[in-house]
């Protein structure tokens, strides 16, 4: 484990090492470095695998506010510290969003995207209101049944008591500013032509946060996108729910580019 400073933030890493093509995993809201768990155990013996806490998450501290632009570069100066030209980029939802700006801000260091149950789109603004509505619930008392509710929402058929123990353990207002930087993104549907680097997107079939046509519209507006593999059953974190199947398809992936 180690840190890395950047603007404000002192950004906690995990890098398996090795000599094998590099992969960094960054991970969706609500979650950290751990939910990629089962990847880095499948794939280290092959590829080096980083991942971290993103601002708001895990064991980053920080301060302010931030948006997923501040994310790209906090991603790219993770590349700089460990002295990486260039790396895979896998995202979960929220690092989905921070994966595809890094590749619009230096498109020479992505030598491919994985991209996990995420989009190029804003958040659904029909939804601003149970989300704004959900959130000031938690503030005012957290409890396990709402911890269960979001559960559901992010993790689908993945074992939740982990997640859940970790949420309920932090302050009330753990959550605020993560949500800010999430319900305040842009679209960027009108840049994606300018990711050339090769894509993957892989998406649960029975995500209630991002559905499947915005997975579609992804792979649709990506040049390089190579596919959309519809994980059947999944919800939103596919890679914990079914991580065999997610994690075959990362690593044919990074074989095919690897060179």
């Given at each position: 484990m180690a840190f890395v400073e950047r603007d404000g933030a002192h950004l906690y890493i995990e890098d398996s090492g090795g000599e094998g093509p590099a992969v960094i995993f960054s991970h969706g809201i609500m979650m950290d470095s751990e939910m990629f768990a089962p990847q880095v155990r499948s794939l280290s013996a092959e590829f080096r695998c980083i991942?971290?806490?993103?601002?708001?998450?895990?064991?980053?501290?920080?301060?302010?506010?931030?948006?997923?632009?501040?994310?790209?570069?906090?991603?790219?100066?993770?590349?700089?510290?460990?002295?990486?030209?260039?790396?895979?980029?896998v995202g979960m939802s929220q690092g989905g969003f921070l994966s595809l700006r890094a590749a619009l801000l230096a498109p020479e260091r992505v030598k491919g995207l994985g991209l996990i149950d995420t989009q190029a789109g804003p958040e659904d603004p029909n939804l601003r209101p149970v989300y704004d509505g959900m959130?000031?619930?938690?503030?005012?008392?957290?409890?396990?049944?709402?911890?269960?509710?979001?559960?559901?929402?992010?993790?689908?058929?993945?074992?939740?008591?982990?997640?859940v123990s970790k949420w309920l353990a932090r302050p009330p207002d753990w959550m605020v500013e993560p949500y800010k930087t999430l319900v305040e993104r842009e679209d960027i549907h009108d840049r994606l032509a300018e990711i050339?680097?090769?894509?993957?997107?892989?998406?649960?079939?029975?995500?209630?946060?991002?559905?499947?046509?915005?997975?579609?519209?992804?792979?649709?507006?990506?040049?390089?996108?190579?596919?959309?593999?519809?994980?059947?059953?999944?919800?939103?974190?596919?890679?914990?729910?079914?991580?065999?199947?997610?994690?075959?398809?990362?690593?044919?992936?990074?074989?095919?580019?690897?060179?």
């Open positions: 991942t971290w806490d993103e601002r708001g998450h895990g064991r980053t501290d920080q301060s302010g506010s931030w948006t997923y632009w501040d994310s790209a570069l906090d991603l790219l100066a993770i590349l700089d510290d460990l002295e990486l030209d260039h790396a895979f980029l959130l000031a619930a938690w503030q005012a008392s957290p409890d396990p049944a709402l911890a269960e509710t979001v559960a559901d929402i992010i993790l689908g058929p993945a074992d939740h008591e982990p997640w050339t680097s090769p894509a993957l997107v892989i998406h649960g079939t029975a995500d209630t946060a991002i559905p499947m046509d915005k997975a579609q519209a992804l792979c649709d507006g990506l040049p390089g996108c190579e596919g959309l593999i519809a994980i059947e059953g999944a919800g939103h974190a596919a890679n914990l729910s079914h991580p065999g199947v997610v994690t075959e398809a990362l690593r044919d992936f990074f074989r095919r580019h690897a060179a």
